[in-house]
């Protein structure tokens, strides 16, 4: 179970230098064209991916083909709000308002799913929107289209973790992933058409990290959850504000003031709180094959 633990660790560091090299291409091209061409990329983790039973049309398929659109699009929408959010934001930050997602996945469970939340739950909730309003400190500092592409990233993760939960556990993991990443290259492709630009050598090296990092993330992610149970190793995916907050320093000067630094803390703790207790009253946890 260790191994699978510190896999998970790897798998979101790696995850977490991926969005650095998508960071310092700073903008210079579309959000829709580098998750394009790193989804391009991602596909190189396919045949790790694929299980010894699967076909490879599986990645195109699903026991439930409207919950497959709803993962597709959701993914899409999120990975071209993450290049948005990672652009715009210092790491820590952006990593900080795409932590909410466990939060989000609480607040769909009771609207979609019908779940009974405790108040603890709730109380996590709370906590969470709390450090959201101490991070973006509205009224006393500009917020721009980062912060809302950040909470974007966090919701559409949410919709597309309820989207698994309504599928149920038995969806192929090749399905699992060929949604998210052909649902990224089919509208991110659509959308770059009209603006595209042909990436010069510097750019083809950043977006090469950005997208064979991500694959290698997940090819870690799934060697990990088959060494060690999923909930042992979700708490991991925190390790990346530690990256967030090393890298951001590092490499892109960025700067974190007390207030953030306390409300990011507040997010992740929430967060953190929410993930151990879905464990404990949701079995589902439990029965996922893959993260």
């Known amino acids: ?30 959000a829709y064209e580098a998750v394009f061409i790193g989804a391009a990329l991602g596909l190189t983790a396919l045949p790790f991916i694929k299980g010894r039973g699967d076909r490879w049309r599986d990645a195109l398929l699903a026991q439930r083909r409207d919950l497959y659109l709803v993962r597709a699009g959701a993914s899409a929408i999120g990975s071209i709000a993450a290049v948005i959010a990672f652009t715009a934001l210092p790491m820590a930050e952006a990593f900080a308002l795409i932590f909410l997602m466990p939060i989000f996945v609480t607040i769909l469970s009771v609207l ?7 108040w603890r739950r709730w109380s996590a909730v709370v906590a969470g929107f709390i450090g959201v309003l101490v991070v973006l ?17 966090g919701l559409s993760g949410a919709i597309s973790m309820i989207a698994l939960r309504l599928a149920g556990p038995h969806e192929k993991r090749v399905s699992l992933f060929g949604a998210g990443i052909i649902g990224s290259m089919l509208v991110s492709g659509v959308l770059m058409l009209a603006h595209f630009r042909w990436p010069h050598p510097a750019q ?4 090469l990290g950005y997208g064979l990092l991500s694959a290698l993330g997940s090819v870690l992610l799934m060697l ?41 803390a507040i997010i992740l703790g929430a967060g953190m709180f929410t993930l151990v207790r879905e464990e404990r009253v949701t079995s589902w946890w439990r029965r996922m094959r893959m993260l």
């Open 1 to 30: 179970m260790l191994k699978g633990v510190l896999l998970g660790f790897m798998a979101f560091a790696a995850y977490a230098f991926s969005d650095a090299f998508v960071k310092s291409l700073r903008g210079s091209l579309p």
């Open 137 to 153: 400190r509205p009224g006393f500092r500009a917020l721009g289209v980062g912060h809302l592409a950040a909470i974007t990233c």
């Open 224 to 264: 990990a959850t088959r060494l060690a149970p999923a909930n042992h190793v979700a708490p991991t995916q925190y390790s990346q504000m530690l990256w967030a907050v090393l890298l951001g320093y590092a490499v892109f000067d960025d700067r974190l003031d007390w207030p953030m630094a306390i409300g990011i």
């Open 204 to 207: 083809w090296g950043l977006l």
């Open 112 to 118: 979609v799913l019908k779940e009974d939340v405790g």
